[in-house]
């Protein structure tokens, strides 16, 4: 199984990125997806997810109404648009896969099975 994260970079306050996670090994439309991020020195923290069909969306209160998370089962990808990047945006940036039904569930990252390794987004001036 591999999920290979990209699309990271260095930004201004104010920029948009649009993160691409790819998956393999895995049947990806089993699987419920989400974005996790650390931020240096902190605890990774849940961003967003969307269940297997793409048509439910979860965001943290810190990205809802600035993130969007889509997926495109026919690509095995998942896409995480981030807009109106802000400096505490700073992290790195992980995709990871879960079985799980429960909404409750996509926002604890013991929850997911599988991970990517990561890209690191910098916003900065």
């Known amino acids: 199984v591999q999920l290979v994260e990209s699309g990271g970079g260095l930004v201004q306050p104010g920029d948009s990125l649009r993160l691409s996670c790819a998956a393999s090994?895995?049947?990806?439309?089993?699987?419920?997806m989400g974005w996790f991020r650390q931020p240096p020195g902190k605890e990774r923290e849940f961003v967003a997810a969307?269940?297997?069909?793409?048509?439910?969306?979860y965001y943290s209160d810190s990205v809802r109404g600035r993130f969007a998370i889509s997926r495109d089962n026919g690509k095995d990808t998942v896409y995480l648009q981030m807009n109106r990047l802000k400096p505490e945006d700073t992290a790195i940036y992980f995709c990871?896969?879960?079985?799980?039904?429960?909404?409750?569930?996509?926002?604890?990252?013991?929850?997911?099975?599988?991970w990517g390794r990561g890209t690191q987004v910098t916003v900065s001036s």
């Open positions: 969307v269940r297997t069909s793409g048509i439910t969306t």
């Open positions: 090994g895995i049947t990806f439309g089993n699987y419920a």
């Open positions: 990871a896969a879960t079985p799980a039904a429960s909404a409750n569930d996509y926002y604890n990252a013991d929850k997911y099975d599988y």
